[in-house]
């Protein structure tokens, strides 16, 4: 069975500052990793989505790199910002509709 | 953009009543899911469905049943809804094949609280 870890559980860092957020994984014969945000009470909102085949996904800010012969994959966020305040959850699937999510990594960028 | 929208965002409910939430997603995806989301437990999956009529049970289906009767729309019910049911629900939807090829697009959350 899969198992996802993102550590730490928290991260408090001032504005400005690059965050660097972990996911390892245990099995790495993924299809594909997708990683999402989520502010309080909120659902979850998908920020990249990296195909088994990709080494890595940009979109602004946000990178995310996939390494499946090590079972990880990190997500830079570049200039952090005090709105990139929130719950950052990855999740690995296996092609069998059951996605993998990690407990997440909550953010606070303080102003 | 993906949408994906359920009918209430919060609901209170006394124990022992049928309790329906209620999702459509406006982008032609096969799949859809229920997830509930409790703080320590993260994510679990309660079903999902593939196609029109069909469903899957996910790790929790204990005490929920679903409907899928089209395409865009995909229903959790709780048939007699009990105080370990206060919960988020969260339902989600994904296409197959492409570049976004399974790519999951969530909801905003159902907050139930059943007294």
């Known amino acids: 069975k899969q198992e996802v870890t993102q550590i730490p559980a928290a991260l408090s860092v001032p504005e400005g500052e690059n965050l660097v957020l972990n996911c390892s994984f245990t099995?790495?014969?993924?299809?594909?990793l997708q990683w999402f945000r989520q502010d309080p009470g909120k659902g979850l909102t998908s920020l990249l989505l990296?195909?088994?085949?990709?080494r890595e996904q940009t979109s602004g800010r946000l990178n995310a790199s996939l390494d499946k012969s090590s079972g990880r994959s990190t997500l830079y966020i570049a200039a952090s910002q005090p709105g990139d305040s929130a719950t950052y959850l990855c999740?690995?699937?296996?092609?069998?509709?059951?996605?993998?999510f990690g407990a997440g990594t909550t953010v606070t960028v303080r102003a | 953009d993906v949408k994906v929208t359920q009918s209430s965002r919060y609901l209170v409910k006394r124990t022992g009543e049928k309790v329906f939430l209620e999702c459509v997603q406006d982008m032609d995806h096969e799949n859809m899911f229920w997830y509930r989301q409790d703080p320590g437990l993260g994510l679990r999956l309660i079903y999902f469905s593939y196609d029109v009529k069909m469903k899957e049970k996910g790790d929790i289906p204990e005490g929920y049943s679903v409907s899928r009767e089209k395409k865009e729309r995909f229903s959790l019910i709780l048939e007699s809804a009990s105080t370990n049911q206060t919960s988020m629900y969260l339902c989600?939807?994904?296409?197959?094949?492409?570049?976004?090829?399974?790519?999951?697009?969530f909801g905003e959350g159902s907050r139930l609280t059943v007294l």
């Open positions: 989600a939807s994904s296409g197959q094949g492409g570049d976004s090829g399974g790519e999951l697009f």
């Open positions: 999740a690995c699937d296996s092609n069998d509709y059951k996605l993998s």
């Open positions: 990296i195909q088994s085949s990709q």
């Open positions: 099995d790495s014969a993924i299809y594909n």
